[in-house]
């Protein structure tokens, strides 16, 4: 499909392209072979997360041209402190949350993860058109903004593989929701200027993590108090706990007093 697509107009060449692509991964994902042996799931995570930080150096690469003296300051500044924000929130979530011993044959997670790498070029090209004075304010904008929501959506799915304790909640699920709306909207916003646009993304990227980050803190000492009184996950989670809530947190602490005191008669 990719090579009749060569012979093509442009625009029927781009559709058959999407096609092949989508065609691929939908044959890949199904293949029934996979399913007889399950992955050696840490050892694929590892090098599904070192490909994805290649695909991030290389956008540095890519952005250096923004770090010469040719260019304001501010643009230089807002392009890599949104490419290290986007850089953060994959590392935190792998590092932190992720399962490494998840029984699977780990053939959705290679398969979000390069559609990711995907998405990571493309936000790429989406940072090298903002400072571009020739191209239309509008079209650069909504594409930037739709590459940085396509990517905050998919490291989301990614999150089906967490750890137990940092299943997804209410809570977070509100906060990246809102993050990529804030995005959105941004960019529609046809009065602000590129730089604007920078800031605002830069500033939700950085929403994102520090929200993603405080949810998964407080469950880590919550579920590191837990298991410190020798109770596991599952008894937690039986005592109604809401890792997000001083109430939630109260109501875990109760609970495991309750359990000691009962222990100790």
Same mark, same amino acid.
């Given at each position: 499909m990719v090579v009749i697509a060569l012979f093509l107009p442009r625009e029927t060449s781009v559709w058959l392209s999407w096609a092949a692509l989508l065609f691929g991964v939908a044959v890949f994902t199904q293949s029934k072979a996979y399913d007889r042996k399950p992955a050696r799931f840490s050892h694929l995570v590892e090098r599904c997360s070192l490909i994805t930080i290649v695909a991030f150096g290389e956008t540095i690469v890519a952005i250096a041209i923004y770090m010469s003296g040719s260019m304001s300051i501010w643009y230089s500044i807002l392009i890599f402190a949104l490419v290290v924000g986007l850089f953060l929130i994959y590392i935190y979530e792998r590092d932190n949350m992720t399962d490494h011993h998840k029984n699977t044959n780990g053939m959705v997670y290679l398969t979000i993860t390069g559609w990711i790498?995907?998405?990571?070029?493309?936000?790429?090209?989406?940072?090298? #058109? @903002?400072? @571009?004075?020739?191209i239309a304010y509008g079209p650069k904008s909504i594409y930037l903004a739709a590459s940085l929501v396509l #990517?905050?959506?998919?490291?989301?799915?990614?999150?089906?593989? %967490?750890?137990?304790?940092? /299943?997804?909640?209410? *809570?977070? =699920? *509100?906060?990246?929701?809102? /993050?990529?709306?804030?995005? =959105?909207? =941004?960019?529609?916003? /046809? %009065?602000?200027?590129?730089?604007? %646009?920078?800031i605002c993304a830069t500033i939700a990227v950085y929403f994102a993590l520090w929200h993603e980050w405080l949810l998964y803190h407080n469950r880590s000492k919550i579920v590191a108090f837990g298991k410190s009184l020798g109770y596991t996950l599952e008894d937690m989670e039986k005592a109604g706990m809401t890792f997000e809530t001083a109430e939630g947190r109260r109501t875990i602490a109760e609970a495991v007093h309750k359990a000691r005191e009962k222990q100790d008669e």
């Open positions: 790498i995907l998405i990571i070029g493309n936000i790429t090209i989406g940072l090298e #058109y @903002m400072p @571009m004075e020739e #990517y905050l959506l998919t490291s989301f799915l990614l999150g089906f593989y %967490n750890k137990p304790e940092y /299943t997804y909640s209410a *809570a977070y =699920v *509100a906060g990246r929701l809102s /993050t990529c709306a804030f995005i =959105v909207i =941004v960019a529609l916003t /046809t %009065n602000f200027d590129p730089l604007i %646009n920078l």
